[in-house]
């Protein structure tokens, strides 16, 4: 009896696939409309959007007539959307972040995430994307934690009667830091299927301890949201690429080989002063960096996950910086 012939090896990951998007929290000021436009100009197939007091601010007046007009607009541009819920004092004007599900009275917090739970829904959103926050000094780990997994419960339960995917993400210095602390939340909550993880690629070289396409095979199973920023390690400040220490066509190619098909969005949020120049450099350089991902993977064996890639510089750690 003649052998089969041996099937064909699966094509290798294609980086240039990867869907790209940028944070409306590098636009903070643009009009939405106009951010809107200037991303989608740029070639951007969606965009991270921020709920803030001056992009689509879930507790003003006519919430239902401005999300349809965000929604018309985005259709128009055609960009997807994922919405993102951390605008710093649109909750409390002197406290930034405040409350979170981790203080005394988190009710405000619970409701913005309750409205950003309603705006993904009605806006087709491919995930809402949330954190822990910082433990307030005075509230002990334990009862910080009780009250997380108390929130996340309500959060989980308002996205599953709307539909709506969540991504919890990890944040340095905020009580669910890394993975291993997603991890530890998402068993605590009963493994909800749509509870996933925000994975910001910056964060992964900030303070994980494996490489950063690592991180990425870590998740894959979970992964829902990506933000995308370059950074140093041990230092928590989103900066452009190609200024920290992060190798990216390896993690763009792991991303791919992952499987993963949702928005890689630039989480640049201290570069609003250059939003248009920053946004067109970033684009330029994740598009070179993908081709490069998809030129080498053509080169690696059929066999291997991940190419050989140069080892990222590993520099005396620092406390990360809250940002």
């Avoid at 087709?124 to 419960?153: H, M, T």
């Avoid at 991890?183 to 909550?189: G, M, V, W």
């Avoid at 081709?291 to 690696?300: L, M, W």
């Amino acid at each position: 009896m003649t052998a089969p012939a041996p099937r064909p090896a699966p094509p290798a990951a294609d980086a240039t696939t990867l869907r790209l998007g940028y944070g409306t929290n590098g636009f903070a000021n643009h009009r939405l409309d106009d951010a809107l436009a200037v991303i989608a100009d740029l070639g951007y197939d969606g965009v991270a959007l921020t709920l803030d007091h001056d992009h689509l601010d879930p507790f003003a007046p006519g919430l239902t007539r401005r999300i349809a007009a965000v929604g018309r607009r985005l259709s128009e541009l055609g960009l997807a959307v994922v919405i993102e819920t951390g605008a710093r004092y649109l909750l409390d004007p002197w406290h930034k972040h405040a409350p979170t599900l981790l203080h005394d009275d988190p009710t405000r917090r619970i409701e913005f995430l309750r409205r950003a739970v309603r705006i993904g829904a009605d806006l087709g959103a491919e995930a809402v994307s949330f954190w822990a926050g910082v433990r307030p000094e005075a509230v002990s780990a334990q009862c910080a934690w009780d009250r997380l997994v108390a929130g996340c419960a309500t959060v989980v339960d308002a996205a599953d009667s709307a539909g709506v995917t969540l991504g919890f993400e990890p944040e340095p210095g905020m009580l669910v830091e890394d993975i291993a602390d997603w991890r530890r939340l998402h068993t605590a909550l009963g493994a909800p299927a749509r509870l996933g993880i925000t994975l910001d690629i910056g964060h992964c070289r900030c303070l994980e301890p494996w490489p950063v396409p690592q991180c990425v095979a870590e998740v894959a199973d979970h992964l829902v949201n990506v933000q995308i920023d370059d950074m140093r390690r041990g230092v928590h400040e989103h900066l452009e690429f190609g200024v920290g220490e992060i190798d990216f066509p390896p993690v763009l190619a792991a991303l791919a080989q992952a499987g993963y098909r949702g928005l890689v969005a630039v989480e640049l949020p201290r570069d609003s002063h250059a939003a248009p120049a920053v946004a067109a450099r970033s684009i330029e350089f994740l598009r070179a960096a993908a081709a490069t991902a998809t030129e080498t993977a053509t080169d690696c064996h059929p066999a291997s996950t991940l190419c050989s890639a140069p080892a990222e510089a590993t520099p005396a750690t620092e406390a990360p910086a809250h940002m």
